[in-house]
């Protein structure tokens, strides 16, 4: 079965930069869409950022102009570039993709354990 593995996060200072991985590994033949959300304590987990296969993306508005989603189709990786992180970013970070895996009829949905990711002075 596929599975998707974060990693990059941590504790930064308010200001500070943090880059997020997630890769995926498995019998996988392609990946559709991955994206990034976050659940923050107390509340529900929210899109954060997206990105097709095509490299096209989609952004909360809470981080578009500080946060950068990306991928790497090669290694079946995405990543989260986080500038100007705010103690509101604090939260665990997971990632989502849609994997067509070998054998599979169609696409399925797939998440991460998630990676914590702390904002604090």
């Known amino acids: 079965q596929v599975q998707l593995v974060e990693s990059g996060g941590g504790l930064v200072q308010p200001g500070g930069s943090l880059r997020l991985s997630c890769a995926a590994s498995?019998?996988?033949?392609?990946?559709?869409?991955m994206g990034w959300y976050r659940q923050a304590p107390g509340k529900e987990r929210e899109l954060v950022a997206t990105?097709?296969?095509?490299?096209?993306?989609n952004y909360a508005d809470s981080a578009k102009g500080r946060f950068t989603v990306s991928r790497d189709n090669a290694k079946n990786t995405a990543y989260l570039q986080m500038n100007s992180l705010k103690p509101e970013d604090t939260a665990v970070y997971y990632c989502?993709?849609?994997?067509?895996?070998?054998?599979?009829?169609?696409?399925?949905?797939?998440w991460g354990q998630g990676t914590q990711v702390t904002v604090s002075s």
């Open positions: 498995g019998r996988i033949l392609s990946i559709n869409a």
């Open positions: 990105i097709s296969s095509g490299g096209s993306t």
């Open positions: 989502n993709a849609e994997i067509r895996e070998a054998w599979s009829y169609s696409p399925l949905d797939y």
